[in-house]
């Protein structure tokens, strides 16, 4: 620790003039978040009330009553976070309380997420050499969304910070700066946090499989799989000799509130509920901005943009 303070001047001095003036943006951008994280840990204290469930588990396996409700309780799964329980029940295991664990968490995440951001939408600005990249840890910093549920005492920003750290790992491992499948690793940290982080792994594992196809070379990918399947099988099969269901019990609860999600049904557990979602928010104005970042404008990808926009317009509208 005492040559900390050399070793940031020597890093400081490698950097280049428009290095420097990034990493100062980057800094206050992060002095940003922290203040408006602080209006919901002091000024304005928020804690949605999921999250006490999360913070019995965590007390409860700490004080060797195992993950259970409450003590002497059955074993239930009543959690869908188990990544975000482990932590908390790290920290309270070292004095830490699960409300400020989750607090302190909140913000190291959320702070530690800004960074990545930048780097990641610098890297796919190619061929760029601007500041361009700063909007995106900018907008996030400022976004009540993002610093809300952060410091909601859920697993918010570990799941922020994994899917971002894991899509910049990913994108390295694509483009051959950096060799090896760690952010296989990082994507089963995601899915570990919430169950759609699984989704998420798939379409990792799809880009791979993609530009091995390209490339013409399956090792990468092959490697990558068995990087994922395993210590998820792992945590998957301790899952289910621990509680005995495949699944959390917050699935079978709610399959049993009525009917499924039935996608090819018009009803408001069907289309009609994605519609909803869209109509509300305003995101139905924004699908031909996603269907031309996702497929370019250049030749055919033009018409084949169109042809999506106008497909999606036609189920939404």
């Not at 952010?183 to 798939?202: D, I, K, N, W």
């Not at 995101?283 to 497929?295: D, E």
């Amino acid at each position: 620790m005492d040559d900390l303070p050399a070793r940031l001047h020597a890093w400081w001095a490698r950097l280049r003039p428009r290095e420097r003036r990034q990493a100062s943006a980057l800094a206050l951008i992060a002095f940003g978040y922290v203040v408006h994280y602080a209006v919901f840990c002091i000024v304005q204290p928020f804690f949605i009330e999921d999250a006490a469930i999360t913070f019995s588990y965590a007390r409860n396996v700490v004080q060797g009553d195992g993950f259970v409700t409450y003590p002497g309780g059955e074993r239930v799964e009543g959690f869908s976070n188990a990544l975000w329980t482990f932590l908390l029940a790290g920290l309270r295991g070292l004095g830490v309380p699960t409300w400020t664990g989750a607090k302190l968490m909140g913000g190291v995440f959320g702070v530690a997420t800004l960074p990545i951001a930048f780097d990641l939408a610098r890297r796919l600005r190619i061929g760029r050499n601007d500041d361009a990249a700063l909007i995106a840890p900018l907008l996030l910093a400022l976004s009540p969304q993002f610093v809300i549920w952060n410091a909601s005492g859920l697993e918010n920003s570990l799941f922020c910070l994994l899917l971002a750290s894991g899509v910049w790992r990913l994108e390295r491992e694509l483009s051959g700066d950096v060799r090896g499948v760690w952010s296989a690793l990082l994507f089963v940290g995601l899915a570990m946090t919430r169950p759609e982080g699984v989704a998420y792994a798939v379409f990792a594992g799809l880009a791979l499989l993609m530009d091995g196809v390209v490339h013409r070379r399956a090792r990468p990918t092959v490697l990558w799989s068995l990087a994922f399947v395993l210590p998820f099988a792992a945590y998957f099969a301790w899952r289910y000799s621990y509680f005995a269901w495949e699944f959390p019990n917050t699935y079978y609860a709610k399959q049993h509130q009525g009917t499924p999600f039935q996608p090819w049904n018009w009803d408001r557990k069907g289309w009609k509920y994605i519609n909803g979602y869209l109509m509300k928010y305003g995101l139905v104005y924004a699908l031909p901005l996603l269907t031309f970042a996702m497929t370019g404008l250049k030749g055919w990808r033009r018409w084949v943009s169109v042809g999506v926009t106008l497909s999606v317009g036609f189920l939404v509208l």
